[in-house]
C-alpha cells in the first residue's frame, strides 16, 4: 500500500517579482492557460502511468501566485486530479493567494472550483514593512483578505515575515499579536532570509543594509515561540503554528516522509515505488516546460538509502514531535550514536520512541543536521 499521497501544482507566474524571493517564479504578462491546462492533465496522465493511482490527501496550489490562475484553471486541475488519481473525502485544497486576489467574488469562485483552504501571503500588517518587502497590497488590504478568508473558509493560514532591519522585538510582538488577534487558526511565520541572486542579496552586498544579527534573531525566534503558545497557536514546525486540528495536510506529507505527486516548472515529487523512492523534478525553464512532452520534463532519478535517510531527517526534525525512530530502519542505530552528544547538551529529545530537536535544537537545525547526519 502506498503511504498518503498529495499532489502540488507548481503555477510559476506572479504579478511582480519580491526582492526576497528565490523561487522559481517570473512576472506575469501573457499566460496562455489552455496551454497549461493540457500540460497539467498530461503530467498528471504521465504521472498515473509511471506510479499507479493512489488516492489523494491534498491538492496544494503553490507558486508563484496562483490566486492569479483563473478559477476555471483551478477547477479542471482539481477535476483531472480526482479523475485520475481520486481525492479522498474532505482530501485538503489548498490555494495560495495574493491578499489583493482576495475578493468576495474570488473566494466564492475558489470555493466552486474545490479549493477548501486559502494560505494568504499577508507578510506583515506594517505598510512600512510590506513596503519593504516589495509586496504590492498594503495593511488594509491584508486585514480586509483575512477578515473576508476567515468568515469564509473553516481552514486557512496567513503567511508573515519577521527580523526585518530595524525591526525590534516590541514591533514584533505588537504586530504579532495583532496578527493572532484577527483569529487566526494557522500561521506560518518565517525569519526575513536574504538569498543571493535576489534584489535584496545584491543590496545587502553592496552594504546598502544589513540584516539584524544572529542575536536579535533569536529572540525574535523566542518570542515568536512564547507568543503564539500563549495565543493557542504553538508550534508544531520550525516555522508553521496552528491551533489543534488545524495543522497542514499537506505540508505534513513533507516533513512526515509520505509521498506526493508535483507538477509545474521546478517542481519536486517523492514517490515510494517497490524499487525504491523516486525523486521527480520539473524542467525550471517555463518555455522548455510547455515545449516537452512530460516524460522530459518531469525527470526521476532513484534516491539512495543515504538520501532517502537526509531528507527524512531533516523534514522530519522540523517537526516539534519529530521522527518516529523505528521508520528510520537499520540507520536507526547509528543515527542515535550521532545524536546522543547533542541530546546531552539539550539541542535533542530521544522520548517514547521518537527523535525530537529541541525549541533550542530548532533554531539552529541546519548546523545540527551537518552534525548528526
Ligand atoms: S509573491 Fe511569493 S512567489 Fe511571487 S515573487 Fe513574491 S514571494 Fe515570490
Known sequence: MSPPTGLYVHWPY??????????NVVRARSVDEEAWAKAFEADLTHLLA??????????????????LMSANLIGRIREAANRLFGLETGAEVT??????????????????????????????????SLRFVGRDHDARAARRAVDLTLRVFARSSFDLI???????????????????????????IYQLTVEPGTAFGRQVARGEWAPPGEGLDADLYELT?????????????????????????HNGLYWTGADWLAIGPGAHGRL???????????????HAYLDAPSRQRLREEMLDDGAVLTE?????????????????GPAAPRLLDAARPWAAEGLLEIVDGHLMATRTGRQVLDALLAEIL
Request: with cysteine; net charge negative; charged share 20%.
Open 162 to 188: 519577521y527580523a526585518l532591519p530595524g525591526q525590534t522585538s516590541d514591533d514584533w510582538e505588537t504586530e504579532l499579536k495583532g496578527a493572532l488577534a484577527t483569529g487566526a487558526r494557522h500561521l506560518s
Open 225 to 249: 515561540h512564547d507568543v503564539t503558545t500563549a495565543a493557542g497557536l504553538p508550534p508544531y514546525e520550525v516555522s508553521s503554528h496552528a491551533a489543534a486540528g488545524n495543522e497542514a495536510v
Open 50 to 67: 509511471r506510479f499507479g493511482r493512489r488516492p489523494l490527501v491534498s491538492l496544494y496550489l503553490g507558486g508563484g501566485t496562483p490566486s
Open 272 to 286: 515510494t515505488t517497490p524499487q525504491g523512492r523516486v525523486a521527480t523534478e520539473g524542467t525550471r525553464n517555463i
Open 14 to 23: 506572479c504579478a511582480r517579482i519580491c526582492p526576497y524571493c528565490d523561487f
Open 95 to 128: 490555494l495560495e493567494a495574493n491578499p489583493n486576489d482576495v475578493t468576495e467574488a474570488s473566494v466564492a469562485q475558489w470555493q466552486g472550483a474545490g479549493v477548501n483552504r486559502l494560505s494568504l501571503g499577508v507578510q506583515s500588517f506594517d505598510d512600512a
Open 312 to 328: 527524512r531527517v531533516s523534514a522530519g526534525l522540523r517537526r516539534v514531535k519529530g521522527i518516529e525512530i523505528a521508520t528510520l
